[in-house]
């Protein structure tokens, strides 16, 4: 056997068999085998800097958005909300008109034994309707208006802005040229016909009309008061933008004037639903009209109210003396209120007088409001 290598030595040893060493089979030897010394691992490519005269011209861009994008995007939402805000506004005037020809066609409908008058007052609900929808969007304007004088960090297109209000103005003036109304001329002697006392002489043009079509003309009326202050201040903003407050000013001022258009009509619309005489009645003039029927003594339990601005409704007691024609009374008395006063429904009770009514504390008349 060969000695067996020095420690220390490069060498190592394995057993290799006769065949390998080229001895006789069956012998093992040990073979000596060098290793050589390893090789250094490769280095990684480092990223070569490219010259401008590549594909890649420009820089990597920096996250988040540019200067010019955060303007183009504020201008974005500026032009999405005044849309949104005059699609808001065109809805509810949408909802207003066909809530009104809603409450037009209900109040058609024949009178019933729960409803024994019909829906006649229904034209009065839709006419509060639409004043109360014009308030909301009044009320989100006014808003609006006051977080823009609290925030100033807005931006106002001030083409944009005179373009919408331009076609606003429009707009509205021919709703509300299609929705006046001077009132029928006047009339006698038709039952529900539009009253108009005697002394203004006939044909004088009346204030009343049509509930539903009143209160959409006041409707149209607050928009557009609100849309030619919106142009004012796009006329000022579009050739001075540094004045962009014009805007939410012209808001308060102008909605201002559009609620108290629609003073009149709520308070025609409070008087009916609360019962109340006419404004184009006056409770003194019935009353001398039934005392100058002739055999009629006195009169108590008078009432006057009105369903609608023009459906207005009597009723009363009559009292006559003993030698009277009660049918004779009857008819005179309800042939002068539907002539003079055009009621639509007169209600007239006739019966003896007696001196006891006149300390009845029922057959008093009412004091003055």
């Known amino acids: 056997m ?56 420009d820089p990597l861009p920096q996250p988040g958005l540019t200067p010019e994008r955060l303007q183009a995007r504020r201008q974005l939402y500026a032009a999405c909300a005044v849309c949104f805000v005059f699609m808001a506004g065109e809805v509810v005037d949408v909802g207003s008109m066909m809530g009104s020809l809603f409450s037009l066609w209900l109040s058609t409908r024949p009178a019933t ?34 977080i823009r004088l609290l925030h100033s960090d807005y931006h106002i297109e001030g083409g ?28 006698h002697g038709s039952r529900g ?37 919106v142009l004012a201040a796009s006329i000022l903003i579009y050739f001075k933008p540094q004045y962009k407050v014009a805007d939410p000013i012209s808001t308060f001022l102008f909605s201002i004037c559009a609620l108290g258009s629609t003073a009149p009509t ?6 009916i639903l609360m019962e109340g005489t006419p404004r184009s009645v006056g409770f003194e003039p019935v009353r001398d009209t039934l005392l100058s029927v002739p055999g009629v003594r006195a009169t108590h339990e008078l009432h006057l109210w009105a369903l609608t601005l023009t459906y207005h409704v009597a009723s009363a007691h009559l009292a006559i003396d003993s030698t009277a024609d009660p049918e004779a009374v009857l008819a005179e008395a309800s042939s002068r209120l539907y002539s003079r006063f055009g009621f639509s429904s007169c209600t007239l009770q006739v019966e003896q007088y007696r001196p006891e009514m006149a300390q009845c504390l029922r057959c008093r008349e009412p004091p003055q409001a």
Not at 2 to 12: D, F, I, L, V
Not at 169 to 179: D, I
């Open 2 to 57: 060969e000695p067996a290598p020095a420690p220390g030595n490069s060498e190592t040893s394995r057993l290799v068999s006769p065949r390998e060493r080229g001895g006789p089979a069956g012998g093992l030897r040990l073979k000596s085998l060098f290793t050589e010394p390893s090789q250094p691992l490769p280095e990684e490519p480092r990223p070569v800097e490219m010259a401008f005269q590549h594909c890649h011209r």
């Open 113 to 146: 034994r729960t409803m024994t008058f019909g829906w006649h007052r229904s034209e009065t609900l839709g006419a509060l309707a639409s004043v109360v929808s014009l308030w909301m969007v009044t009320g989100i304007l006014l808003y609006l208006a006051f």
């Open 193 to 229: 016909a539009e009253y108009a006392p005697l002394e203004e002489g006939p044909g004088d043009p009346l204030p009343l009309g049509n509930t539903s079509v009143r209160a959409a003309f006041v409707h149209v009326l607050g928009d557009l008061l609100q849309s030619l202050g």
């Open 266 to 271: 709520l308070r025609d619309v409070l008087r």
């Open 160 to 187: 944009a802005m005179l373009l919408t209000a331009s076609i606003a103005v429009c707009a509205n003036l021919l709703m509300a040229f299609v929705l006046h109304q001077a009132g029928p001329p006047h009339s």
